[in-house]
């Protein structure tokens, strides 16, 4: 079993920052790709930001020079640091693995979420 955890979320006015924080433990061999993605109210769930075991990153053109993803020198951690936040950044947010398992086999993995609101 592998369990994700997000915490970092919460309150910030518009231009404020926020730093997303993701731990991934139990039954991991590896961790191929961890992600970010969001979902607000009646909209579809979006990819926010991606990084891959080999450093390459990805990024939604809406964070695009304010989001930053990144690893954590702990093992089977990673980060969301964001920055000039907007009120249309205010949704509940969900840390993601592409884990291969000790047993072999492969799956992703989501955390519970983390809400992000961006008001005045």
């Known amino acids: 079993q592998v369990q994700l955890v997000e915490s970092g979320g919460g309150l910030v006015q518009p231009g404020g920052s926020l730093r997303l924080s993701c731990a991934a433990s139990?039954?991991?061999?590896?961790?191929?790709?961890m992600n970010w993605y969001r979902q607000a109210p009646g909209n579809e769930r979006e990819l926010v930001a991606a990084?891959?075991?080999?450093?390459?990153?990805n990024y939604a053109d809406s964070v695009k020079g304010r989001f930053t993803i990144s690893r954590g020198s702990a093992k089977n951690t990673w980060y969301l640091q964001m920055h000039n936040l907007k009120p249309e950044d205010t949704a509940v947010y969900y840390c993601?693995?592409?884990?291969?398992?000790?047993?072999?086999?492969?799956?992703?993995?989501w955390g519970q979420g983390t809400q992000v609101t961006v008001s005045s």
């Open positions: 993601t693995a592409d884990v291969t398992t000790t047993g072999g086999y492969e799956y992703p993995y």
């Open positions: 139990g039954s991991i061999f590896s961790i191929n790709a």
């Open positions: 990084i891959t075991s080999g450093g390459s990153t």
